[in-house]
């Protein structure tokens, strides 16, 4: 171990279509979103492993439960490695808002890995890498379906299916993606297990609306392939409306996704785990774009994003 610093560096991620439904097998789409990175530093050290992050700076023994996810990983691959816990420390700066369903946890885990194989002066595989965000990913999320792992370690627009090989896809709709932040932390675990327990108590419903919602992922992916955008707009507020039956949606969710229908886009709908974080909107062109991330921001959205899909995934 001679190296004195080593990066790491990972993206965030927007879920299209289909988050919950993919925890039960129904497909998903899920975007780069490289306007939000993670980037980890490790730097040698003396003593013991500092960890400096938003959440938590001091030694990595004393980090809070929150960042379990976190610390196990590191501690798991430093052992793993035969290296020894000591004598480095990590600075994790990010850019990606933390529990808005952007990837957060995925992206801190990845960046955090990268580095760690690099000060340790190890190759890593694709498969190792995925094998320990989904160590991170279980404990930060429960029953995480993976897609998360996936699209930030991939970066690439993916079709994707618990436990089947990933499908990456060309994204060329001729449209406009607004993000808009509802400024509120969302709550992907207790969404997950909210939904089990909606289908544990109402089984018959609840299949029908996970089915629904895969149905309604497919037709999001046919619609892109044969560029309709109103179509794809369709299906995106028939899943908000299923997602908000299911109980992920909340209050400021739902107030941003109607003014942005009323402001003329496409479709809406809340994206990732929900109960807070982000909405997305689509829009068939910049100025309808600008006006409705306008619109959304005198709603009380905290903060907006808009991508062109056809061209860059993400500017601000
Ligand atoms: O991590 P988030 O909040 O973007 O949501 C993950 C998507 C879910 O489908 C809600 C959970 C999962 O593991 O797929």
Known sequence: MDKKTSVGTAIGKIILMGEHAVVYGEPAIAIPFPGAKVKTTIYKGNGPVLLDCLYYKGVLSNAPETLLGLTKVIKNITESLGEELKDFSIN???TILPERGMGS????????????YDFFNRPLTYDELLKWTDVSEKIVHGNPSGIDAAIVSGEKTLYYIKGKPVIPFEFKLDTYLIVGDTGKKGQTRAAVEGVRQFIESKAE????????????????????????????????????????????????????????????ALGAKLTGGGRGGCMIA???????????SSKLLSSG????????????????
């Open 282 to 292: 689509l829009a068939s062109s910049r100025e309808e774009a600008n006006y409705i």
């Open 105 to 116: 946890s995925a992206a801190v885990a990845i960046a955090t890995i990268r580095a760690l």
């Open 205 to 264: 419903e609840g299949r029908v609306l996970i089915k629904e919602l895969g149905v309604l992922t497919m037709s999001a992916k046919s619609s892109i392939e044969s560029n309709d955008a109103i179509k794809l707009g369709e299906s995106m507020t028939r899943a908000h409306n299923i997602l908000d039956k299911l109980g992920v949606s909340d209050d400021n969710l739902n107030f941003l996704v109607s003014e942005a229908l009323n402001s003329g």
């Open 301 to 316: 959205a905290e903060n907006t994003w808009i991508s062109n899909l056809g061209v860059d995934l993400v500017d601000k």
């Open 92 to 94: 994790i700066e990010s």
